[in-house]
């Protein structure tokens, strides 16, 4: 089956600076990659996803890239904010039936101000 | 906006008693799903369920069971608690089909067997 691996386990940034989690997979048949943030005591949110027919995405601060023949995908948040220290979650999965996506195992971002 | 509610947030419970963690979402979605998360594990499957009444066992299924007797509910079952299901669980709901494959989590419900 799939299998995702998510680094680092723990990134600590200084408030503005920008901050980058890589996953990779396993399963080449894999076509949809969401990434979940996590707040203290809350259940994980979706905060964007790709599709393997594209290779990056942008939602303000937030971008995500794929790059299928190496079969990784990465999380970049620029001028990190206080408010982004959280839990973030990258996850695999192949689209069409009973979907089942694959998670990697987290990593804990922390923003000092 | 998608709902997915779990009706306990925090409860505590004996070992060997018997106990049902309820989940119901509200946008008609096929796939339900049961998570465990613990520390430094992320998150793992304990079941699934694509249609009512219908399961699949996940990559930790020992010592639960699951039950989906209409689309919008999910329910897992502990048959007897142990102190090494102390944990926070995740219910889950997402379309089957591309391209609505993103799940949507609840917001958790934290467990103690004592």
């Known amino acids: 089956g799939e299998n995702v691996e998510q680094h680092p386990s723990t990134l600590s940034v200084q408030e503005g600076d920008s901050a980058v989690i890589k996953c990779t997979y396993s399963?080449?048949?894999?076509?949809?990659f969401p990434w979940y943030k996590q707040e203290l005591g809350k259940g994980p949110q979706l905060i964007i996803d790709?599709?393997?027919?594209?290779g990056e995405k942008k939602d303000q601060r937030i971008a995500v890239t794929l790059n299928k023949t190496a079969k990784h995908f990465s999380l970049h948040i620029t001028e990190t904010q206080p408010e982004d220290s959280a839990v973030y979650f990258c996850?695999?999965?192949?689209?069409?039936?009973?979907?089942?996506?694959?998670f990697g195992r987290g990593t804990s971002l922390i923003v000092h101000p | 906006d998608v709902k997915v509610t779990q009706s306990s947030r925090y409860l505590v419970k004996r070992t060997g008693e018997k106990v049902f963690l309820e989940c119901v979402q509200d946008?008609?979605?096929?796939?339900m799903f049961w998570y465990r998360q613990d520390p430094g594990l992320g998150l793992r499957l304990i079941y699934f369920?694509?249609?009512?009444?219908?399961?699949e066992k996940g990559d930790i299924p020992e010592g639960y069971s699951v039950s989906r007797e209409k689309k919008e509910r999910f329910s897992l079952i502990l048959e007897s608690a142990s102190t090494n299901q102390t944990s926070m669980y995740l219910c889950?709901?997402?379309?089957?089909?591309?391209?609505?494959?993103?799940?949507?989590f609840g917001e958790g419900s934290w467990l103690t067997v004592v």
């Open positions: 790709i599709r393997s027919n594209v």
């Open positions: 889950a709901s997402g379309q089957g089909a591309f391209p609505g494959n993103t799940i949507y």
């Open positions: 946008m008609d979605h096929e796939n």
């Open positions: 399963d080449s048949a894999s076509n949809y």
């Open positions: 996850a695999a999965s192949i689209g069409g039936g009973s979907y089942i996506p694959t």
């Open positions: 369920s694509y249609d009512v009444k219908m399961k």
